[in-house]
């Protein structure tokens, strides 16, 4: 499952997701009709089974969150206006090794840049850096 924070938009960014085969909701699904914080997001994300968060907040997520293996969290740092980027960018990182399987992927908090990808990890908090390739373009 893709979960998509509030910050991303509005629905029409879900169709920038279709090529994955699984769910895609809005973080507010998973606890409607409530406002959700910032700090109860690892706890819904928890409630579901191995989702990958995907967010354009970096100030409130990146080395902020906590890594846990049930999982995902990706940052991407968008402006809102290009928050529907979100879509090919997190297809384009799962086609990595490192984010190309829900259990790769499960435990990481990643930073996603144009040209590098950070990440730390449950069991091991230390920043790894990744380089896009150019066999990694969209």
Known sequence: MIVLDEAIGNEDVTRRFQWYSGPVAFIKQLR???HILDEAIPTLLREVRQPTFVTINTTDFWRHIRADGSYCVLCFPLPQRRAEETGTLTRRLFRLPEF???KARMGKVAFVGSKEIYFYQAHDQ???R???????EA
């Open 32 to 34: 409607p009709p409530t």
């Open 100 to 102: 190309k399987t829900k």
């Open 126 to 128: 230390r920043v790894r």
């Open 130 to 136: 990744l380089s896009w390739s150019e066999d990694d």
